[in-house]
């Protein structure tokens, strides 16, 4: 697998600094061992405020990576905020932000969306809700982040003897996260909000003193951590969004016996699905979005 990198709008001064090594002292700072420094980017409110911090001299990262999981599974309001607003601003502080994505072994791109929907995709890679309420592996994030971001690393000097130190924007309000983020040979994980004792409205508020517009929390349009409550958002606000992750459901459902029940995409148990309605398909009943309280069509 390799890793198609785009940086729209990055910050350049010069045609020679395009290249791998001049990256690579961007990230270190000097061309000595010292280790590269990034910043795994996500979009989001944790990241961007690491954005402003860095920006601001109070962490000492230059370099972003933002692992795209594919313009057709990232949400269009994300992708919006950081090509339209992070991207710019890491422009005009000096900042880089690198755009990557998931190239298969054939060289072509691979979006999540493309990986859910392929017939010969042996297990679903989303943390599906199956029949028994009990949430499905998870590999999207390693997959479609964590590797695409290590390809990367690897590619630019980062080795289990200089390992790279990645920056992950994990607030104290998730600090429980933080032993669990799976790590690489490549890299040594740091956790700069949590050193410096930063809670999300903390985040808020860096952003928002740095003139900068605080975004929603950043996700696939079809992450099944989505609260019940975000469906029916989507649902009622963004109905084309709303129509894709049901399409969606639907292809998992169809894609065979992943379980011993039919796999939903929202959270709950078995017995909830992004459908609005009961519906029967093939003997099969299809269940409401939320048993017994579904948002009317239209509402």
Same mark, same amino acid.
């Given at each position: 697998?390799?890793?198609?990198? +785009?940086?729209? %709008? $990055?910050?350049? /001064? *010069?045609?020679? =600094?395009?290249?791998?090594?001049?990256?690579?002292?961007?990230?270190?700072?000097?061309?000595?061992?010292?280790?590269?420094?990034?910043?795994?980017?996500?979009?989001?409110?944790?990241?961007?405020?690491?954005?402003?911090?860095?920006?601001?001299?109070?962490?000492?990262?230059?370099?972003?990576?933002?692992?795209?999981?594919?313009?057709?599974?990232?949400?269009?309001?994300?992708?919006?905020?950081?090509?339209?607003?992070?991207?710019?601003?890491?422009?005009?502080?000096?900042?880089?932000?690198?755009?990557?994505?998931?190239?298969?072994?054939?060289?072509?791109?691979?979006?999540?969306?493309?990986?859910?929907?392929?017939?010969?995709?042996?297990?679903?890679?989303?943390?599906?809700?199956?029949?028994?309420?009990?949430?499905?592996?998870?590999?999207?994030?390693?997959?479609?982040?964590?590797?695409?971001?290590?390809?990367?690393? +690897?590619?630019? %000097? $980062?080795?289990? /003897? *200089?390992?790279? =130190?990645?920056?992950?924007?994990?607030?104290?309000?998730?600090?429980?996260?933080?032993?669990?983020?799976?790590?690489?040979?490549?890299?040594?994980?740091?956790?700069?909000?949590?050193?410096?004792?930063?809670?999300?409205?903390?985040?808020?508020?860096?952003?928002?003193?740095?003139?900068?517009?605080?975004?929603?929390?950043?996700?696939?349009?079809?992450?099944?951590?989505?609260?019940?409550?975000?469906?029916?958002?989507?649902?009622?606000?963004?109905?084309?969004?709303?129509?894709?992750?049901?399409?969606?459901?639907?292809?998992?459902?169809?894609?065979?016996?992943?379980?011993?029940?039919?796999?939903?995409?929202?959270?709950?148990?078995?017995?909830?699905?992004?459908?609005?309605?009961?519906?029967?398909?093939?003997?099969?009943?299809?269940?409401?979005?939320?048993?017994?309280?579904?948002?009317?069509?239209?509402?």
């Amino acid at each position: 697998m390799a890793i198609l990198s +785009r940086t729209p %709008g $990055a910050h350049h /001064d *010069n045609t020679t =600094e395009t290249s791998p090594q001049a990256v690579i002292n961007r990230a270190t700072h000097q061309s000595g061992d010292r280790p590269m420094k990034v910043v795994s980017y996500g979009g989001g409110v944790q990241s961007t405020a690491l954005l402003v911090l860095a920006a601001q001299g109070e962490i000492d990262f230059r370099t972003f990576l933002f692992a795209n999981v594919g313009d057709d599974s990232e949400y269009p309001v994300t992708l919006a905020y950081v090509r339209d607003i992070a991207i710019p601003y890491a422009t005009r502080v000096g900042l880089d932000i690198h755009e990557l994505n998931r190239r298969r072994r054939d060289g072509a791109t691979e979006t999540l969306m493309q990986r859910l929907n392929r017939p010969d995709t042996r297990s679903i890679p989303i943390p599906v809700r199956m029949a028994n309420g009990a949430p499905g592996r998870r590999n999207c994030t390693a997959d479609f982040k964590i590797k695409v971001v290590g390809r990367w690393l +690897r590619e630019h %000097g $980062a080795t289990a /003897d *200089n390992p790279a =130190e990645v920056a992950i924007g994990i607030s104290l309000d998730e600090i429980h996260r933080a032993n669990r983020r799976r790590r690489e040979t490549h890299e040594v994980i740091k956790y700069p909000l949590l050193d410096l004792g930063l809670r999300p409205d903390d985040c808020e508020r860096v952003i928002a003193e740095a003139g900068l517009p605080v975004l929603p929390k950043s996700s696939c349009l079809f992450c099944p951590f989505r609260t019940v409550d975000a469906w029916r958002h989507q649902r009622r606000h963004e109905p084309e969004l709303f129509s894709q992750s049901v399409r969606l459901e639907e292809t998992i459902n169809d894609s065979g016996p992943h379980s011993d029940g039919m796999p939903c995409i929202s959270r709950g148990t078995g017995s909830h699905s992004l459908k609005p309605s009961p519906t029967r398909t093939q003997g099969k009943s299809t269940p409401m979005m939320t048993r017994g309280h579904a948002t009317p069509a239209g509402a």
